[in-house]
Nanobody
Framework: QGRFVESGGGLVPPGGSLRLSCEAV????????VGWFRQAPGKEREAVSA?????????HYADSVKGRFTISRDNAKKTIYLQMDSLKEEDTAVYSC??????????????WGEGTQVTVSS
């Protein structure tokens, strides 16, 4: 059974940066759009960003992260990246990824990983 493996999380101060990685293990990323999601304690999971299956494909961002986060993909490495800059305390959450069919819906999202913890705190 395939799944994503996320990495790159950690503890950073406000204004800091992190680069998250999401590697597809056991399945192909060909022709699949991928989304990053996050869930903070006591809150529902929310869509953060998504990228279409082509390197030059469509990009989506939640309003709360526009201008601060950048999603990218390396199909040869089967990996999706999320560069997070100017981090805020409200970005604290567990970040995970999945293949998606439509932004920002989780409908039929597949291959969820365990997630990686991002904590923004001074």
């Amino acid at each position: 059974q395939g799944r994503f493996v996320e990495s790159g999380g950690g503890l950073v101060p406000p204004g800091g940066s992190l680069r998250l990685s999401c590697e597809a293990v056991g399945f192909s990323l060909d022709y699949r759009a991928v989304g990053w999601f996050r869930q903070a304690p006591g809150k529902e999971r929310e869509a953060v960003s998504a990228v279409g299956f082509n390197r030059d494909g469509t990009y989506h961002y939640a309003d709360s992260v526009k201008g601060r986060f950048t999603i990218s993909r390396d199909n040869a490495k089967k990996t999706i990246y999320l560069q997070m800059d100017s981090l805020k305390e409200e970005d604290t959450a567990v970040y995970s990824c999945a293949t998606v069919e439509a932004w920002p819906s989780e409908y039929n999202a597949k291959y969820w990983g365990e997630g990686t913890q991002v904590t923004v705190s001074s």
